[in-house]
């Protein structure tokens, strides 16, 4: 087998039985309900997360711990194997600038080692995506150069979009106005938002109502597929902010599209923190983002 590590963050949001079976790395993104940090030895179930968001507590996250880095990549650099990292966007964090900054200080003390970081330029699954085709590609054999190659080739056509139940977090992180949070709250305003090429997020409209909401990020991704470029037995993915059944319904109507592979799983809390609880995304193959 090839002679290299895949590793990613947690921010990628891959359930930890894949992560398990394929034996990858991953570094703790961090995130904290008052002095008590989480995201490493300690955490919390997205339930727990996401209730205690509910009963009014805010948390906050932060950024992956350079030391904490440099000891899980060692290890396997003192294997005498190579890495792959694939990283949450440098566009919506210092996470990424930590892990080049460790890389290169590693590779002064290890020249004989290779480490490649792939800036997936994406968050949650829209980055554990590129996770997975990554795996995929390893274990056909392909060299650590040729994954990143693809990987590159294909990050622009990895599609995130999602919608929030409350305008609030997305406020306090500076996303929408105050008085945009507010009248929002009071007419049941639901914005729909999208990961652009950049890495950034961008706003693309409000509708009114959640299923409307549920259902628009269907509609969406349905006129931005790239077919047959990548065909419908592509990984597509559906994450939300513990409110699984809404996650459900989004994933029921990917599937009457024709989607055979659709992949649910709970947006990590260092994410939520931004989302709040009732986020809900969809990740898919399709045209090149903007």
Known sequence: MTNYVITTDSNS??????????????????????DTVYGDEQNMEPHEFYETMRKGELPKSMANNPAVIRDKFEQILKEGKNILHIAFSSALSGSYNNIVMTVQELLEDYPDRRILVFDSLNASLGEGVSVYRAVELWKEGKTMEE????????????????????????????RVSRTTAVVGSLVNIKPVLSVTASGELKSDGT????????????TRMEASLDL??????????????????????????VKELGFTHVLINDVSPSIGTHAGPGVVGLVYYGKQRA
């Open 13 to 34: 949001d891959v359930p930890a039985d894949f992560v398990k079976e394929n034996h990858l790395t991953i570094i703790p993104q961090y995130y904290a309900f008052g």
């Open 147 to 174: 994954v990143y190659d693809i990987l590159m080739e294909e990050r622009d056509h990895i599609n995130v979009s999602f919608t929030v139940d409350d305008l609030y977090h997305l406020q306090r992180g500076g």
């Open 228 to 253: 047959p470029a990548y065909g419908k037995d592509r990984l597509a993915a559906v994450i939300h902010g513990d409110c699984l059944e809404d996650a459900k319904y989004v994933a029921d109507l």
């Open 207 to 218: 509708v009114r109502g959640r299923k409307k909401s549920l259902k628009t990020l269907v």
